[in-house]
């Protein structure tokens, strides 16, 4: 149990365009759902908390217009990396809290090169 | 905002050899997660701490939930080479309304056949 989806696993995109990647509960609901990106060799950094139905609280740093998330369902979260550049370049990984759970269970990331 | 200071940053070991990393924190924490990630993939929850004493174990893990509720260890027994990766602390502090994980930086343990 406690399956965590995303798609895709990596993708390879040009400066300028959109990327959206898709995070799944496979076997759980989940209010919340995380996002996460991750540099080589370093520490996971929270970006943003995704909550069911409502709008999404971002970190200080990251800009809300630029990485769009929608939590639509209690099983699904998309993050969109808008006009994205070389330096949005990264391993972006998301997460699910279960109801009633203070347990987070991580997807397998997505591997995000902007060319 | 909240620090947790994993160490050691990395560990080197025989195979057989057992193996012990740490978090600690000025804060208390009401909860104490252990993750592990392999290269390219995202963490795996290995085991969850609820209440302050608390040791549990997981086939060759076992991590204890600290009594003052600031700090967490994790032993692995007979390592394997399989057990390599990074391995993660993350935690809830007392004050945190958000139910955002707080993570260590992370102990990078490499195992030599």
């Known amino acids: 149990g406690a399956v965590v989806s995303q798609h895709p696993s990596r993708v390879i995109c040009k400066s300028g365009t959109s990327v959206k990647i898709e995070c799944r509960s496979l076997?759980?609901?989940?209010?919340?759902m995380f996002w996460y990106r991750q540099f080589p060799k370093q520490s996971l950094m929270l970006m943003a908390t995704s909550n069911e139905g409502s709008k999404a609280t971002y970190e200080q740093g990251v800009e809300k217009d630029k990485f769009l998330i929608n939590h639509a369902s209690l099983t699904l979260s998309t993050l969109t990396v808008t006009s994205a550049h070389p330096e949005d370049s990264s391993f972006y990984i998301c997460s699910a809290r279960p109801l009633s759970s203070y347990e987070q269970y991580f997807g397998p990331g997505t591997r995000l090169t902007v060319t | 905002g909240q620090q947790l200071n994993q160490s050691p940053q990395s560990m080197f070991i025989q195979e057989g050899e057992d193996v012990s990393m740490n978090c600690t924190s000025s804060s208390i924490f009401n909860t104490w997660l252990w993750y592990k990630q392999e290269p390219g993939e995202g963490p795996v929850l290995l085991i969850a701490l609820y209440k302050a004493g608390e040791l549990t174990s997981n086939g060759r893990l076992t991590a204890q939930f600290g009594i003052t509720r600031k700090d967490s260890f994790l032993n692995i027994s007979a390592s394997i080479p399989s057990d390599v990766g990074i391995y993660f602390c993350a935690g809830h502090p007392k004050n945190n309304a958000g139910n955002m994980l707080t993570f260590g930086g992370g102990t990078r343990l490499m195992v030599k056949p």
């Open positions: 076997d759980f609901q989940a209010t919340t």
